[in-house]
């Protein structure tokens, strides 16, 4: 016997025989006893036949059947069995996971790319206190635009900075949730052609306020000032102020870093905030106060506490 056809499908499900009719390349129509009529898939696996049911004749067309038969049969020559496929997606819709659940292992599973703990515990705190009250205990798959909009418009023009780093970290969470079939791909919490439609733009509401910068013709009084002082700590201050450099940088300096002899101060990468090595030309005066300082031993760092 040929492939089916609609017609003679409809024929088959009409005289309700109960048997099995082969369609070709392991779909079969099956009519039960009790003249229901549905779809397998059968092949074999480890040496022995097995049956698949693809859906009921009533849910599925014929076309449908082959489509669902030759995704399966795709599987089992690449070696997959495709009932065990079936049963994991299974097993992930019958468990309920929530935003705080998928927030852990996004950070679990990142942890280790993130620059410092600092990191890490800044993206801990910013979901406690913003997301977890509206939105922790809801399934990660019916979260909607509006729970994300009911967490961001509260601080979006009083603390703009802080919503955009929320909005970002969600918008990560939700595309982890995607990508482990959580959820659908479609993210609420997306910035680019979405939440940029709703939310005003982060530089039209952001206020900045700069550091007070030292008038120039108090700069050089300032730094005498600092070179009285013989602590461990103001040499550090002119340190930083000679090589223009941030406070992390400098405590964090050690010897093996500073080359006298071509007058440099190499920065590693994992230091560094955009995570490329640093090279810092060094002024007499900045030489002139390493030479000045004492090393310690068994202490690597310029500047030790």
Not at 53 to 64: E, I, N, P, V
Not at 201 to 215: D, G
Request: with cysteine.
């Amino acid at each position: 016997m040929g492939k089916l056809t609609t017609k003679g499908v409809q024929k088959l499900v009409r005289e309700s025989n109960p048997g099995m009719t082969n369609d070709g390349d392991g779909l079969y129509l099956k009519i039960g006893k009790g003249g229901g009529a549905s779809w397998i898939y059968r092949f074999r696996w480890n040496g022995r036949l097995r049956d698949m049911g693809l859906g009921s004749y009533a849910d599925k067309t014929l076309s449908d059947a082959r489509e669902s038969a030759a995704e399966n049969r795709k599987l089992v020559k690449q070696g997959i069995d495709p009932l065990a496929v079936r049963e994991q997606k299974n097993e992930k819709k019958s468990v309920t996971v929530t935003v705080t659940h998928c927030a852990a292992r996004y950070i679990q599973s990142h942890r280790r790319s993130w620059r410092n703990a600092k990191h890490a515990r800044q993206w801990v705190s910013t979901l406690k206190t913003y997301v977890r009250p509206v939105i922790g205990n809801l399934p990660v798959e019916e979260v909607t635009t509006q729970d994300i909009l009911k967490i961001l418009t509260p601080i979006w023009t009083v603390k703009n900075e802080t919503a955009k780093r929320v909005q970002g970290r969600i918008e990560n969470i939700l595309d982890f949730a995607a990508a482990h079939e959580y959820r659908d791909q479609v993210n609420p919490a997306r910035w680019r052609g979405h939440l940029d439609k709703l939310l005003a733009k982060p530089s039209r509401v952001q206020k900045v306020n700069h550091h007070p910068a030292m008038p120039y013709d108090q700069v050089a009084t300032f730094m005498g000032s600092v070179q009285l002082y013989k602590s461990m700590s103001s040499k550090a201050l002119l340190f930083l102020i000679l090589t223009a450099t941030r406070t992390s940088e400098v405590l964090n300096a050690e010897w093996k870093e500073i080359d006298i002899g071509k007058a440099t101060w190499q920065i590693p990468a994992e230091r560094m905030k955009a995570n490329r090595e640093h090279r810092v030309p060094l002024s007499k005066q900045a030489i002139d106060l390493l030479l000045s300082l004492s090393r310690v031993k068994g202490n690597s760092f310029i500047f030790p506490e």
